[in-house]
């Protein structure tokens, strides 16, 4: 089994920042890609961004979050970044950490393993 903790989260203003970190335990060894998602009241989830455990500068996002976020890894400390720049208020969601044993997708339904979620606020 894999377990996914994510932090970060909390209030920002329009036009701020935010870091979110997933740390990873347990089977991590057969992880091949990770992924950030988010869910708004009342929405379904949404993917935003995925890494490649392994291959470097193997990334992709979503057309929303494209140019702002930017999701990264440190293999050593087995955690996922997202740097959340210019947030915007219709960036406030829950965000979820997610890992899959396959290559980089954007299907929530193609993820195994998921974290509790971290709450983002962004005021207007």
């Known amino acids: 089994q894999v377990q996914l903790v994510e932090s970060g989260g909390g209030l920002v203003q329009a036009g701020g920042s935010l870091r979110l970190s997933c740390a990873t335990s347990?089977?991590?060894?057969?992880?091949?890609?990770m992924g950030w998602f988010r869910q708004a009241p009342g929405k379904e989830r949404e993917f935003v961004a995925a890494?490649?455990?392994?291959?470097?500068?193997?990334?992709i996002y979503s057309d929303s979050v494209k140019g702002r976020f930017t999701i990264s890894r440190d293999n050593t400390k087995n955690t996922v970044y997202l740097q959340m720049n210019s947030l915007k208020p219709e960036d406030t969601a829950v965000y979820y950490c997610a890992a899959k044993n396959g290559p980089l997708d954007s299907d929530y339904e193609r993820y195994n393993y998921w974290g509790q979620g971290t709450q983002v606020t962004v005021s207007s």
């Open positions: 890494i490649s455990r392994w291959i470097v500068g193997s990334t």
């Open positions: 347990g089977r991590t060894s057969i992880i091949y890609t």
